[in-house]
T-cell receptor, first 114, second 111 residues
């Protein structure tokens, strides 16, 4: 299996621009998670989906952030407009019910907002 | 509020020098404790899940143990390739899937 796939791996943008991060979960997994990692705050859960439905978005920092999962094999995390404080590494992870809570992480997208 | 605290923040060992990493947690109704390893520039890689006090799990030079308030990751005779950041996490907020992570311990093993 290819594992969780994320794109792009690196993104540099200017403040105010829209940023879209993409994730392809492991085939057969029915949970998908978006995390953000910074030195100051560590790894934080932003939102997670079950069977393409958002279950908990309480970690989404503000309305500038939105996430969608149009089908079982694709999800996006969008930031509009982006701000320098959004600079971080964003991870996508997936899991399946029979595997209980074990989450498998992608390689991450390193975002720098100038 | 559920919290996970890891110590030390950084640990430097000589190859072969055994030690332990600590993860203490405050959560109502523990539904598991997870250990992950993260290499620079990569996503966290799953190591262990522990579900009840007294449980132990081993993988190569690593052994994870769990008590009612904390977990330890014991590293026996480490090698340079064990150098990484080790993260622990607990399910929180009433969900088995909503993980709260500690900030990790950066382990460096010198040859």
């Amino acid at each position: 299996d290819a594992g969780v796939i994320q794109s792009p791996r690196h993104e540099v943008t200017e403040m105010g621009q829209e940023v879209t991060l993409r994730c392809k979960p492991i085939s057969g997994h029915d949970y998908l998670f978006w995390y953000r990692q910074t030195m100051m705050r560590g790894l934080e859960l932003l939102i997670y989906f079950n069977n393409n439905v958002p279950i908990d978005d309480s970690g989404m920092p503000e309305d500038r952030f939105s996430a969608k999962m149009p089908n079982a094999s694709f999800s996006t995390l969008k930031i509009q407009p982006s701000e320098p404080r959004d600079s971080a590494v964003y991870f996508c992870a997936s899991s399946f019910l029979r595997g209980r809570e074990t989450q498998y992480f992608g390689p991450g997208t390193r975002l720098l907002v100038l | 509020e559920d919290q996970v605290t890891q110590s030390p923040e950084a640990l430097r060992l000589q190859e072969g020098e055994s030690s332990s990493l600590n993860c203490s947690y405050t959560v109502s109704g523990l539904r598991g404790l997870f250990w992950y390893r993260q290499d620079p520039g990569k996503g966290p890689e799953f190591l262990f899940t522990l579900y009840s006090a007294g449980e132990e799990k081993e993988k190569e030079r690593l052994k994870a143990t769990l008590t009612k308030k904390e977990s330890f990751l014991h590293i026996t005779a480490p090698k340079p390739e064990d150098s990484a950041t080790y993260l622990c996490a607990v399910p929180s907020g009433g969900s088995n899937y909503k993980l709260t992570f500690g900030k990790g311990t950066l382990l460096t093993v010198n040859p």
